[in-house]
């Protein structure tokens, strides 16, 4: 054995083969595919287990679970993963644009113009009209000769179609302004206008054929005839071609910009407005399609709009009405549609007055017809309600320009005071406290609230208001908010308001005038007693507060005293605690007194009170002679004590007294029931005398509780009813109602019911109070008690006329006479309806007969006490009491009964009526309205002595009635009432005529007493006595309450006399003087100047304002009427012209105009001029007075000053703009006045533009106020009809510049302001629509005049978007041609960044229609190859007018994948052309992980697929390579775990992957994924072939090789080619097609 033989063989190594590549090219990390064994390989070593089961190698990677999403995040949140991605695809697109061939430059030729003969001419023009010869065998020339209409008929009678016939006109236009294009004022669209002018001179020539016949003449002799274009067939028929054929022409034209747009749609407004109704149905369907080139301006839809209104009103009054629905329904679908889309169009208020409801009646119309569909009933819902919206919107800002519905003014003091003092003064008895708003809403005190208070505290106290209730109404009102105050502060857990309204009380006590008055304490005592009451005033605080402050003068052994020391002596304490009165007493009087001159004053009091009321005491009551009205002045003491001990001793001491003597009383008797009612009735009256209101309510409500006759109840009901106002002021109405409430069910449980109750009851209650229980039972007993009276019955008795057992009553001598007869007449004749009316019918005649029959006074006044006693038991006996029937009596046949009445008898019948007033079986009311208001008319219009003298007797009779009614206090003078009790029963009906609706009666008729007086016909002591009544009533106090309740009463009353033609002008002065009396003090009885009313309205208080305004507005209207006159008319107008003069150089403040304004409604026109006249005179001179060394100072003042001149112009106009006639203003007023307001808005325009420029300015917002007000001062002067002189309209011209100006500076910046903005831009619109234009004007019409111009490019950046938009209808511009809109010229600057340049304007006339390339001029000659590159690609060719240099165009290299792709079934098709080509087809991506997720399904994988993919590898000289079709079947054993299984043999390559690919029907090809670009064969995967397919693809592979970069699209290669040369793709292309089909 030799060495070489003992050496052991070298151990076999496995290398790779040479042209296996590396794996990595630095990194030594092995070969692709190639993994030789190791000895250490697990697979190497054999062991049992091994053996057994089979080697099983768990897997490296878990292939379910295993992703790389994470490496790849983590490799992208490093900081250059972007920048690396961003460089990767910039190089990518780089190396794609370099290899991209540049655009060709332009080879457009624009046709030439050749002159030809006219059968040349004629023969070019049948082969235009041809349409089988192209036009690109016509397009080297185009004929030149006929222009304008003749040109137009050329075309229209060959027939040429439209297409053809606008090709010819651009190319023949283009030649015409060939010559012009290189002038520096070329203007492209110029010929657009010429042409415009062309076809509407064409088609207005058309129009005019169609006329309508005229009116008849009147002469006979000459014959009319007539004949319309449209009336013969033949002409019709060729008007209508001709027509139509000129709308082609013109709808091409007009979309492609061969008519200059703006001045087509000119012309056709022009005609809307100027057409008559024939042709109107031919414009208005011209208006229907071309309506959305006007809605873009506002300068064209706003005269259509109002040319459509106006056409649209002619039709509905035309008799010609019903042929002419059509037309009427397309001028309702334009208005309609221009609204919607432009609704700043009918920002116009001459559009509102005139047609204003015409328009809403349009609109709302379309939404009358309902849907069926539920869906669409929404849509038509939501759109209604936008429609209803924007047409509110308008007509809000249309009213506005017109200044209708100006908003009201924040309240002044004085206006606020006026509107306070209404509304407290119209507080009544059925007033609920709780809707009494005087205060604001707000929780908190501010010092609006502190003004209120104060405000309602003098309100409360000051003489110059009247009635008893003011301190309780205040108190309950502060009671009110305070505690709503308090439970908002629990709720926020805030601090109660009860400290603040403490301080307020006290500055108010402490600081008012009104309440520093002597004369007001004891109101102040009262007010102030209820605030302790209410806890709203702490006495204990209020003392603490004075002792802390030092106040001297508090004590009566000081000498000054302070006037804390009368508050605290006067106001009263409700409770009894020691400590506070100690402390009272040691302020006032120190500490060392023991008897105060309180305690000697109570001790008189209780003395004054014992003798008057003994029994009260344990006393016999007094005997002698009935207490008269004025038994009161016995207590003295009472009456002249300080409030504080007049409610210590009548609340503390006599109250408990009395409830103690009414407890004590035992089993009800008539004598205790007298005794009760005495005791009562002095106590009420008594209380009333020093307003004791509230001890006065809680005696009534607990005698209540004891009342147990009429009498006694009566007595409490009248009482509780006589101070009803005060009761609802103390909110103690809801109390008064249960009471009254329980006194009935304590009554009806008796079996007993009582009238008067009942109807206190229902009136107190005022379906507010009650149950509903307790008021359905109240309404059932009221019922149930009528029936009872008045049973019903089928046949009721009937009454005789004569009833001659009442004229036995006057000498029965049975006391229980008048008892038993009423008794036996209700039983009789109960079921009869007017048996009572005939009663009194019959008792009338009876007192007429008592004169007669008895002598004596007093005996006949005693007979009519019986008579009187007879009435009250009938009136117990009627459901609803004798009132009614003794009213219709007056109104009827008792008024000549009356009329006959002697003086004796009326002194019988007085008795009797004012003792059934006594007690309340006769209403006040009814007296007088019934009789005394009658007689009183029928005096005023006495007009002879005949007249007179009949009614002397009854108008003195009258007179003296309601003297006792209404002015007599006293007792015992042989009248009703006979003493204290009677009387209260006359006071109570009393108060009644002083409350509503009573109380406007008798100011109605009070104006009746003065022409009495001044009536000469009558005696003189009649008149004088009239004169007496009406000074004596104008003294009573709740006379004048009821006066300030309602002033508007009175003064209605007064103006509506005033303003009769019936009354003389020389009775003016005396009913203005008595109107004057009865809203002043008595002495205030001279006349009123006019004039000099700033001089007297500065020095009045707000508690007489508004009755002065009544004398100063009636002095107006008398001015007025004077000047109607021609008499008086010279000293009217003078009197007039100084009134006006010194209103607005005297009215500066708010409160003063808003006074003035007040006064100056409803004057005559010729006034209203008047004044309207004098205002703006004084607003010119203001502009003249302004300073302008400060012009931002100089302007507030002056809108100062001139606003409130204006508002009160407006407010004195307004009255006049609902029948649209306003007062004429003079000519030399209105030029001047629009002189200086153009001369203010030009001054401030260039002030605000310079304020603009100052950040920060705090000048901006005063300047905006002031253009605010010129813009409103605009308004209000274009509102007046006036002449438009040459001056005024270049004035105007400058006007609407500044105001576009002003509004763009209100857009944006230090401007901007939300507020000037719309109000500028809506005095623009205004001012544009007010300038007079001619629409029949021989002159272009041209509706863009004086419309602002400027580009909308040249517009802020940061201005809103709705303004850009509002601005934007405003430009004198109409739509955009489609072909350029949004498009811009732009440029590169240095660094490379696109700048925009100027907008692209259209060339209609030289952009002309491609006809395709001419054979021959392709400067780089024509092959079998044109439109590809050598490789292949397809070119472009620039040969279109349009150069695609404008559009800096390239190509890209990518290819359009064809439709067909992606609609064919064949997902693995598409996936081969997307995966190896860029494409520009886009898809989703839910689609696109569906292609690359699909397996074809074609077939199951098959030998023969196996065996052509170990071909292709055999043919590719590559080593044979596992097959992938045993990969395939072996797949459902992959769970074997084996690694090495899964590895791709060293071989793999992209030639691999493309033999795989040639087989669509291979379950698996889609799992194998190639990373290069491959061209595929789409034919051939269609087929299912290889073959010839496959070498196509290895040629393909490897010019991809060559050029990896690039990547091209195409649709797929054509036949099976071995040439060098891609199949192009238009052939490609093509035979794609053809498969399809």
């Not at 004929?143 to 179609?161: F, I, M, S, Y």
């Not at 819902?381 to 209708?404: C, G, H, I, K, P």
């Not at 004590?555 to 605690?577: A, C, N």
């Not at 006769?922 to 006495?942: F, K």
Request: net charge negative; hydrophobic share 40%; with cysteine.
């Amino acid at each position: 054995m030799t060495t070489r033989e003992k050496e052991p063989p070298p151990i076999y190594e496995l290398r790779p083969p040479e042209w296996l590549p590396k794996a990595h090219v630095s990194g030594d990390v092995g070969y692709i595919g190639f993994y030789p064994p190791r000895p250490n390989d697990i697979e190497e070593v054999l062991n049992s287990e091994h053996f057994k089961t089979g080697l099983a190698l768990s897997p490296e990677v878990n292939a379910e679970h295993f992703s790389q999403q994470n490496d790849i995040r983590r490799r992208l949140m490093q900081e250059d993963a972007l920048t690396a991605l961003e460089d990767v695809m910039n190089q990518i697109f780089a190396r794609k644009a370099e290899s991209v061939p540049s655009i060709p430059a332009s080879s457009f030729r624009l046709p030439s113009r050749v002159t030809l003969n006219d059968a040349k001419r004629q023969a070019w023009f049948a082969d235009l009209a041809n349409p089988d010869i192209p036009l690109s065998k016509l397009g080297k020339n185009v004929p030149h000769g006929a222009k304008g209409h003749d040109l137009l008929d050329l075309l229209h009678t060959n027939n040429v179609a439209i297409p053809r016939a606008v090709w010819f006109l651009r190319v023949f236009g283009a030649n015409e302004s060939a010559g012009l294009r290189n002038k520096p004022s070329y203007n492209p669209t110029q010929y657009s206008v010429e042409w415009a002018n062309v076809m509407t001179s064409y088609m207005k020539k058309q129009l005019a054929e169609i006329a309508l016949p005229s009116a008849p003449r009147l002469v006979a002799s000459i014959k009319q005839t007539f004949k319309g274009v449209l009336s013969d067939t033949e002409m019709r028929q060729k008007w209508i071609s001709r027509f139509t054929y000129c709308l082609s022409l013109l709808r091409t034209f007009y979309a492609e910009g061969l008519v200059d747009n703006r001045t087509f749609l000119a012309w056709l407004v022009q005609q809307m407005s100027t057409c008559n109704l024939a042709q109107a149905g031919f414009v208005v369907r011209l208006g229907d399609e071309y309506l959305d080139g006007m809605l873009v301006s506002r300068a064209l839809t706003r005269p259509f709009i109002e040319a459509c209104l106006a056409k649209f009103v002619e039709i509905e009054g035309s008799p010609a009405k019903e042929f002419l629905p059509n037309t009427a329904n397309i001028l309702r679908n334009l208005i309609s549609r221009s609204f919607a889309a432009l609704p700043d169009a009918c920002i116009s208020p001459r559009i509102y007055i005139q047609y204003g409801a015409m328009l809403e009646e349009i609109l709302m119309d379309n939404f009358a017809t309902v849907p069926a569909d539920s869906a669409l009933q929404q849509n038509v819902q939501v759109l209604r309600e936008a429609v209803v919206d924007t047409l509110s919107d308008v007509q809000r800002r249309n009213e506005a320009m017109l200044f209708q519905h100006l908003p009201p003014r924040v309240l002044g003091s004085l206006s606020s005071a006026l509107s306070d003092i209404k509304l407290l003064n119209s507080i009544s008895g059925k007033t609920d406290m709780s809707t009494v708003s005087l205060f604001d809403d707000y929780s908190e005190i501010s010092p609006s609230f502190s003004r209120k208070l104060d405000f309602l505290l003098t309100w409360s106290v000051t003489p110059l208001q009247y009635g008893d209730h003011r301190p309780y109404a205040a108190a309950c009102l502060l009671l009110l908010w305070r505690n709503k105050a308090e439970e908002r502060a629990i709720r926020r857990d805030a601090p109660s308001p009860d400290e603040q309204i403490q301080d307020v009380l006290f500055d108010w006590l402490d600081s008012s005038d009104v309440a520093g008055e002597p004369g007001n304490l004891p109101a102040v005592a009262l007010l102030f007693g209820q605030l302790v009451k209410h806890g709203l005033f702490s006495y204990g605080l209020y003392m603490q507060r004075l002792i802390a402050r030092g106040e001297s003068g508090l004590s009566y052994s000081q000498e000054e005293g302070s006037r804390h020391r009368q508050f605290l002596r006067w106001i009263p304490l409700h409770s009894s605690d020691t400590s506070l009165i100690s402390q009272r007493k040691v302020i006032l009087y120190g500490f060392r007194v023991r008897e105060t001159p309180e305690d000697a004053n109570e001790r008189e009091i209780r003395k004054e009170v014992r003798a008057l009321m003994p029994e009260l005491f344990g006393g016999e009551p007094r005997a002698g002679e009935p207490l008269n009205t004025m038994f009161w002045k016995s207590c003295s003491s009472l009456l002249a004590a300080p409030r504080y001990e007049q409610l210590k001793t009548l609340k503390q001491w006599f109250l408990p007294l009395y409830k103690k003597f009414l407890t004590s009383q035992g089993e009800p008797t008539f004598d205790t029931d007298n005794l009760i009612l005495r005791i009562f009735t002095l106590s009420t009256i008594i209380m009333a005398r020093v307003r004791s209101y509230g001890s006065i309510l809680d005696m009534s409500l607990y005698t209540l509780e004891y009342a147990n006759s009429s009498p006694l109840l009566t007595a409490v009901i009248e009482t509780i009813r006589q101070h009803i106002e005060v009761w609802a002021c103390m909110n103690r109405m809801r109390d008064v109602a249960s009471a009254l409430w329980t006194v009935h069910q304590t009554w009806r449980s008796r079996g007993s019911q009582n009238r008067v109750l009942l109807k206190l009851l229902a009136e107190v209650d005022n379906d507010r109070y009650l149950e509903p229980a307790a008021r359905e039972q109240m309404l059932s007993d009221i019922s149930a008690f009528s029936h009872a009276l008045f049973p019903s019955n089928e046949n009721p008795d009937t009454v005789p006329p004569v009833l001659p057992e009442i004229l036995l009553l006057a000498t029965a001598p049975n006391p229980e006479a008048p008892s038993l007869l009423a008794n036996s007449l209700w039983y009789k004749y109960m079921t009869s309806p007017d048996w009572a009316w005939k009663v009194w019918d019959n008792t009338i005649a009876s007192l007429r007969q008592i004169p007669v029959m008895m002598g004596d006074i007093s005996e006949r006044r005693g007979c009519a006490l019986r008579y009187a006693t007879f009435l009250l038991h009938v009136d117990q006996h009627l459901p609803r009491g004798f009132d009614e029937q003794i009213r219709a009596w007056f109104l009827g046949s008792g008024r000549n009964e009356a009329a006959a009445l002697t003086p004796d008898a009326w002194d019988v019948v007085t008795v009797v009526l004012l003792y059934l007033i006594c007690y309340g079986a006769l209403t006040t009311t009814t007296i007088l309205e019934s009789l005394i208001y009658q007689v009183w008319q029928a005096g005023a219009n006495v007009t002879s002595e005949e007249q007179a003298q009949s009614l002397e007797t009854l108008l003195s009779s009258v007179n003296t009635l309601f003297e006792h009614l209404l002015l007599r206090d006293e007792c015992g003078t042989g009248l009703p009432p006979v003493d204290v009790f009677e009387a209260q029963g006359l006071q109570t009906r009393r108060r009644d005529v002083f409350r509503e609706p009573h109380f406007s009666s008798l100011v109605a008729n009070f104006p009746a007493l003065v022409l009495i007086e001044q009536n000469r016909y009558l005696p003189e002591a009649l008149r004088a006595a009239s004169t007496t009544l009406r000074r004596t009533i104008c003294r009573v106090n709740v006379f004048r309450q009821g006066i300030y309740r309602d002033l508007d009463a009175v003064r209605l009353a007064f103006e509506r006399l005033l303003e009769s033609q019936s009354v003389p002008d020389e009775l003016h002065e005396p009913l203005v003087s008595a109107l004057r009396l009865m809203l002043n003090d008595p002495g205030q009885d001279g006349p009123v100047n006019a004039a000099e009313w700033s001089s007297a309205s500065s020095l009045l208080s707000p508690w007489k304002l508004a009755a002065t305004s009544i004398e100063i507005r009636l002095t107006i209207k008398q001015l007025g009427e004077g000047m109607s006159r021609e008499s008086t008319r010279l000293a009217a107008c003078a009197s007039l012209d100084k009134l006006t003069t010194a209103v607005f150089y005297h009215c500066k403040s708010p409160e003063e105009a808003d006074f003035v304004a007040e006064m100056i409604t409803d004057v005559d026109r010729t006034v209203a001029g008047k004044f309207v006249n004098a205002g703006l005179r004084r607003i010119v001179d203001i502009f003249r007075e302004a300073d302008s060394t400060n012009k931002i100072d100089s302007m507030t003042r002056l809108v100062s000053c001139a606003g409130e001149i204006l508002r009160l112009l407006a407010n004195i106009v307004a009255p006049f703009r609902k029948d649209a006639s306003l007062p004429q203003v003079d000519p030399s007023v209105q030029d001047h006045l629009f002189a200086a307001l153009c001369a203010k808005v030009a001054e401030m325009t260039e002030v605000m533009a310079a304020l603009v420029q100052q950040p920060w300015s705090e000048d901006i917002a005063r300047g905006s106020q002031a253009v605010i007000f010129l813009a409103r001062l605009l308004q209000f002067y274009l509102g007046f009809p006036n002449q438009w002189s040459q001056q005024a309209k270049d004035l105007a011209e400058k006007l609407c510049a500044n105001l576009t100006r002003l509004a763009l500076i209100h857009t944006t910046g230090e401007g901007l302001n939300m507020l000037a903005f719309p109000l500028i831009m809506d005095t623009l619109c205004y001012t544009l629509d007010e300038i007079p234009t001619d629409m029949k004007a021989t002159m272009p019409y041209d509706p863009f005049r004086n419309y602002p111009e400027f580009a909308l490019s040249d517009l802020p950046s940061d201005m809103p978007p709705e303004y850009k938009a509002r601005l934007r209808t405003m430009l004198p511009y109409v739509a955009l041609n489609p072909a350029v809109e949004d498009l811009v010229y732009t440029m590169r600057d240095p660094s490379g960044t696109i700048v925009s340049s100027v907008p692209v304007q259209n060339r209609p006339w030289e952009w002309t229609e491609y006809l395709g390339d001419v054979p021959g001029t392709d400067p780089r000659g024509g092959g079998a190859n044109d439109g590809q590159t050598d490789d292949g690609r397809p070119t472009v060719k620039n040969s279109a007018s349009l150069s695609l240099e404008l559009f800096e165009a390239r190509l890209t290299g990518d290819r359009i994948v064809p439709p067909q792709a992606a609609k064919d079934d064949d997902l693995l098709a598409e996936e081969n052309l997307r995966a190896l080509q860029d494409d520009l087809y886009a898809e989703g991506a839910f689609r696109r992980d569906w292609r690359e997720t699909r397996i074809s399904i074609n077939g199951a994988a098959s030998a023969s697929g196996v065996r052509t993919g170990s071909r292709a590898d055999q043919e590719d000289n590559a080593p044979p390579l596992p097959a992938f079709g045993q990969y395939s079947n072996a797949a459902a054993a992959a769970v074997d775990g084996r690694s090495s299984s899964r590895r791709p043999s060293p071989a793999s390559s992209v030639r691999s992957a493309a033999s795989l690919r040639q087989s669509p029907a291979h379950p698996l090809s889609r799992l194998s994924v190639s990373t290069a670009g491959e061209v595929i064969d789409v034919d051939a995967l269609e087929a299912g072939t290889s073959g010839s397919g496959s070498t196509n693809k290895r040629k393909a592979m490897s010019s991809i090789a060559e050029e990896e970069d690039e990547v091209l699209l195409v649709d797929g290669p054509g036949a099976s080619s071995h040439g060098p040369k891609r199949p192009k793709a238009k052939t490609a292309g093509k035979t794609t097609k053809a498969k399809k089909k």
